[in-house]
């Protein structure tokens, strides 16, 4: 399965727009996308409901609660809000795309720009209840050292804007050190292509200073992970800026990265990370899943219980025949001692002759010169 867990949303996109391009990520090849809501405004501190304004368009994916990979009702397409949203976003799509084999599995995910961690770190959990996915985007070296060392969860995905100048150095430990903790470093690849409109000398110029910075920052990016930990991902804002996974893997393998990290991209690193998003909102803290209840119930516990008592009732019983069995053989050593050592005291307990000392052999020929006389 490939997955592109980057197609940038608004409330404003129209919903023909937004059909066109699932469409064609389905045509693509890519059997799982999510939608990215980017939230740049602050992040306000007082502990008010996060909504979620992104319309649910398929059913869930198989590792979220309620995801079922057999399921084949119908996708629901209205907006889940848990407070009052003033927004424009579409709360259904059109009629021809209610059929979920048109349409790839449609996660939702919110990108939070990161200026100030410390009204960042404790709101995370709230995000994290309300979007599928949650990013986080470093503006500054202070925030990136926080997105990959300091947070109290590990986030999903740390998605850097690269077609900007950075203003700071990716250090090979600090980007290996969020990779162990499970954080995995995004690259769009749509980043490249500019936003200049083509039409006019500042267009063309802004875009080829995109594209320059794209590809410095990619490279920077490469060398410090050695390729590891990278998810490949579009931030396309229509079809248009869609590509195949074959044809990024080839212009990713021209920047420094290996095809078969390129291909692991779009699928095991990011599988991996939408599983483990799964995880921490199926199981209980992310450490224990109930996967399926036991069969048979009360009888079956029983059962079981029964066949650990057989276990340990044998498992004595063992136990006193070694015992027994260890007391006879010290008896019968026991007496083959004493019957030994008591004709001329040459033996010790166990039957084994024992050196005589000089001064005991001098003593005993005495005796018996004494005796003879």
């Known amino acids: 399965m490939l997955y592109d867990l980057n197609i940038a949303w608004s ?3 129209p919903a023909a727009e937004l059909e066109r391009t699932l469409k064609f990520a389905k045509n693509l090849g890519y059997d799982v996308v999510a939608l990215n809501h980017i939230i740049t405004t602050p992040i306000p501190t007082q502990p008010n409901p996060i909504t979620n304004p992104i319309p649910l368009l398929t059913p869930p994916h198989p590792s979220y609660p309620g995801g079922s990979s057999a399921s084949t009702t119908t996708p629901t397409t209205s907006i889940t809000t848990t407070t009052n949203v003033s927004t424009t976003a579409p709360s259904t799509l059109p009629p021809s795309s209610k059929s979920s084999s048109s349409l790839p599995t449609t996660l939702r995910r919110a990108t939070l720009t990161i200026t100030d961690p410390s009204t960042t770190n404790y709101r995370l959990p709230d995000y994290a209840r309300a979007y599928d996915l949650v990013a986080l985007r470093p503006t500054s070296d202070k925030s990136f050292q926080w997105a990959c060392l300091a947070t109290a969860e590990p986030p999903a995905l740390v998605s850097l804007d690269l077609s900007a100048h950075l203003g700071w ?68 804002r229509g079809a248009l800026g869609l590509r195949a996974p074959a044809d990024v893997v080839n212009l990713m393998a021209v920047w420094g990265l290996g095809p078969e990290k390129g291909f692991a991209g779009f699928g095991e690193g990011a599988r991996a990370v939408v599983v483990n998003e799964g995880i921490k909102r199926r199981g209980f803290r992310g450490v224990v899943d109930i996967v399926k ?49 008591g004709g001329g005291g040459g033996g010790n307990a166990s039957g084994q002759p024992v050196e005589m000392s000089k001064r005991q052999a001098k003593k005993m020929k005495k005796e018996g010169t004494q005796a003879k006389s």
């Open 293 to 341: 209840p036991a069969e048979g119930g009360e009888a079956a516990r029983k059962g079981e219980a029964e066949v650990e008592e057989g276990v340990k009732t044998k498992g004595k019983k063992q136990k006193q025949q070694q015992q027994q069995q260890q007391g006879q053989g010290q008896k019968r050593k026991n007496g083959e001692a004493g019957s030994g050592g």
């Open 169 to 236: 150095h990716v250090h090979h430990r600090t980007a290996m050190a969020a990779v162990q903790r499970g954080t995995r470093f995004e690259v769009c690849y749509s980043q490249a292509f500019g936003t200049g409109s083509g039409t006019s000398g500042v267009g063309d110029v802004e875009a080829a200073r995109q594209r320059a910075n794209f590809i410095g920052n990619v490279q920077m990016l490469v060398r410090a992970t050695k390729g590891r930990g990278i998810v490949l991902s579009s931030e396309a």
């Open 11 to 13: 409330p404003g996109t």
